[in-house]
């Protein structure tokens, strides 16, 4: 029997309300959680729980969730994209590489006491806190013996992930004159609690080199370490680059950064740069070199 138009007309309004409602519900359970996140109540394993709770309601892997987006409304992680009737492509790989021949001199911002120094001792008590949550480091290519690291994801912290997110963007506007960049809109800042102890190190390499990483376009790295400091290396080596073909070119000459408690360094991520080793005596997990580090990336259409 086929229903006529009023039947069907009042079967799809409902299935409208039953939409909206779900979507109301889903808002709203979300919005609950966030709150929770703000709870000083709440421990830190249970925030990240609930972190982890927000991107199965917004639809977002965890497991993939390494970079987390500008968004304050999901607490910096990346929402659920909105269907469009004509969505736009994203542009081919090779057709946004360099072609023409390009020099970077290295060029660099470093900012010193870039946190207050509650921020500052906040950050070390979370690393410290979360020692055997941290995870080996890889590389996009998955190269053998070319870096050695620990890392936390920020999924861990998103509390301080927003707070360290928003200092960065605040200090944009003045940072990048300073590195004779053009302003851009920042669609992704991404966010990592690294960790190096004895031996540790990450031969050179640039940021945004392949398919996966080439919007990245400022890197930063905020140092921080126990007072007075345990160990010594992993001196940041920001060398001189030529982009060209589509390859980026060390011509050898570099600048060296000392990773300074409290102290936050900023830079082109097409500038080849390297972690050379550190040294910790006592091999302790507290007394190595920790940063915050990651990537502020441009829209990629």
Not at 150 to 179: G, V
Not at 180 to 201: I, K, R, W, Y
Request: overall charge negative.
């Amino acid at each position: 029997m086929i229903e006529n138009k009023s039947e069907l007309g009042g079967k799809m309004a409902q299935n409208l309300v039953s939409v909206d409602r779900l979507r109301q519900l889903t808002n709203l359970s979300i919005e609950t959680l966030e709150s929770l996140l703000k709870s000083p109540d709440v421990s830190s394993q249970q925030k990240a729980e609930i972190a982890f709770k927000i991107l199965e309601l917004v639809g977002v892997s965890p497991e993939t969730l390494i970079s987390p987006a500008v968004s304050p409304k999901t607490n910096g992680f990346s929402p659920q994209p909105t269907p469009q009737a004509d969505p736009i492509p994203a542009p081919d790989y090779q057709s946004v590489i360099q072609k023409e021949s390009l020099f970077l001199a290295g060029d660099h911002v470093f900012i010193e006491n870039f946190l207050s120094p509650e921020e500052n001792q906040e950050i070390l008590k979370i690393a410290l806190s979360k020692s055997d949550q941290f995870i080996g480091s890889t590389t996009t290519t998955q190269a053998v013996n070319y870096r050695q690291s620990s890392i936390l994801y920020a999924t861990l912290f998103p509390e301080f992930y927003n707070l360290m997110r928003n200092k960065i963007l605040n200090a944009l506007p003045d940072i990048l004159p300073q590195l004779n960049h053009q302003p851009f809109n920042v669609s992704q800042v991404e966010m990592q609690l690294t960790a190096h102890n004895d031996g540790c190190f990450y031969k050179i390499h640039n940021d945004s080199g392949s398919e996966k990483t080439y919007t990245r376009t400022l890197t930063y790295v905020y140092y921080f370490h126990q007072e007075p400091k345990q160990f010594s290396g992993g001196e940041l080596r920001l060398y001189e680059t030529e982009l060209k073909n589509g390859s980026a070119i060390s011509q050898g000459q570099y600048k060296t950064i000392e990773p300074r408690n409290n102290s936050i360094v900023l830079f082109d991520s097409r500038c080849k740069h390297e972690v050379m080793p550190v040294r910790c005596p006592s091999q302790r997990f507290e007394d190595g070199r920790f940063t915050l580090n990651g990537w502020l990336r441009r829209p990629d259409n």
